[in-house]
Nanobody, 121 residues
Framework: QVQLVESGGGSVQAGGSLRLSCTASGSIFSINFMGWYRQPPGKQRELVAAITGGGSTNYADSVKGRFTISRGNAKNTVYLQMNSLKPEDTAVYYC???????????????WGQGTQVSVSS
């Protein structure tokens, strides 16, 4: 099995910064895609930023220029550096991964447990 473990959420004032991390572990053959989604109170979950196995990145328009997604050297950890945070960034942030597992050999989607980010004005 595969687990995604997140860390780094918290509460900050507007204009502040936070860094989220997510580490995948378990029966991993390859990580094809990792990303961060968020779900604001009363709203649907939305993609914030993503990085493919090849290193290509994608961002929601609302976070471009403020958030940066990156990977660790081992490529099983993804980071989300969030700068210039706004109250509208308040949400539960979820790590997401599409992984080819070794046992059984197949592609699966995995979600982290979620971490709260709260930005006050």
């Amino acid at each position: 099995q595969v687990q995604l473990v997140e860390s780094g959420g918290g509460s900050v004032q507007a204009g502040g910064s936070l860094r989220l991390s997510c580490t995948a572990s378990g029966s991993i053959f390859s990580i094809n895609f990792m990303g961060w989604y968020r779900q604001p109170p009363g709203k649907q979950r939305e993609l914030v930023a993503a990085i493919t196995g090849g290193g290509s990145t994608n961002y929601a328009d609302s976070v471009k220029g403020r958030f940066t997604i990156s990977r660790g050297n081992a490529k099983n950890t993804v980071y989300l550096q969030m700068n210039s945070l706004k109250p509208e960034d308040t949400a539960v942030y979820y790590c997401y991964a599409r992984i080819t597992t070794t046992t059984p050999p197949s592609d699966y989607q995995f979600w982290g447990q979620g971490t709260q980010v709260s930005v006050s004005s």
